[in-house]
């Protein structure tokens, strides 16, 4: 059974950084649009990135714009989110998920895939 899985969260003060890594060991994500979601108590789950299945396309929540980035290490069978100059309003679990990316839309794909998140906890 195919299941995410993330890591890199932590507790950081604001301006921190962190860097977020996803992988699936019986999936190779290099063949799949991908991309970052975030999740707090009693909201829906939001994107917070893309990135296209060529790796040369992304998409960015406003948020986020400018402090994150997104990226791939196909031998790694790894995809990364590199944040900066954290705000407590990152706080969140965030997630990772294999995506239909088309422009500026991002829409998780119907698989259940979906892994344990990794939170992220942002201090002022």
């Known amino acids: 059974q195919v299941r995410m899985v993330e890591s890199g969260g932590g507790e950081v003060q604001a301006g921190g950084s962190l860097r977020l890594s996803c992988t699936a060991s019986?999936?190779?994500?290099?063949?799949?649009?991908m991309g970052w979601f975030r999740q707090t108590p009693g909201q829906e789950r939001e994107v917070v990135s893309c990135?296209?299945?060529?790796?040369?396309?992304?998409s960015y929540a406003d948020s986020v714009k400018g402090r994150f980035t997104i990226s791939r290490d196909p031998a790694k069978n790894t995809l990364y989110l590199q944040m900066n100059d954290l705000k407590p309003e990152d706080t969140a679990k965030y997630y990772c998920?294999?995506?239909?990316?088309?422009?500026?839309?991002?829409?998780?794909?119907?698989?259940?895939?979906w892994g344990q998140g990794t939170q992220v906890t942002v201090s002022s």
């Open positions: 019986t999936l190779d994500l290099d063949h799949f649009a």
């Open positions: 990135l296209g299945r060529s790796g040369r396309t992304t």
């Open positions: 998920m294999v995506v239909s990316h088309s422009g500026s839309q991002c829409v998780p794909l119907d698989f259940d895939y």
